[in-house]
């Protein structure tokens, strides 16, 4: 009987550590996602201001020998903010390359140089302006990995139930 017992335990504790495993997996990517939700709605406190677009290029790179090329839409503007002159280069708050040429040179066009065009400035750090604000998608999507998370926690709950019985 003890045999049996012992076997019982093993099992509900090996699926305790499984439950434990994807509820941690999951509180992981939830926190991950909130943090990028908090990036983003930062910048939808941003004051709108007027620019004028000084320079835009897409530059195109090789970040290994062996990697594909990589383009980079790079661009200056001009922009005031009470009283002071101010030069931005971001597009976004963080701006990566991308392997699509169409792409980055498809924000020439909107960017053009001259073109006067809507930038959003850090209230609290005028240095800081963009072009884009930050998507808020991370939290659209944040239900998915709280899915695994309550999932795991409940294997965990059944499991020290089945053990204390």
Known sequence: MDDIVKKKVGGQVGLFIVG????AMGGLFVWALWKG???ARVT????????VVVNA???????TPHSPVGFRFLVEYEYE???ERYVGTRYKRVDGPTSQKDRAEG?????????VVVCYVDPGEPSVAVLRRDSRGALYSIWF????MVGGLGIMGGAVRRILR
């Not at 290029?57 to 970040?63: I, N, T, W």
Request: glycine fraction near 14%.
């Open 20 to 23: 434990l495993g994807l509820a």
């Open 37 to 39: 939700y908090e990036r």
């Open 44 to 51: 939808q406190g941003w004051v709108e201001r007027p620019c």
């Open 57 to 63: 290029e897409v530059e195109s790179f090789l970040p």
């Open 81 to 83: 903010f009470e009283g």
């Open 107 to 115: 924000r020439l066009e909107k960017f053009a140089p001259g073109k």
């Open 145 to 148: 990995p709280g899915l695994f």
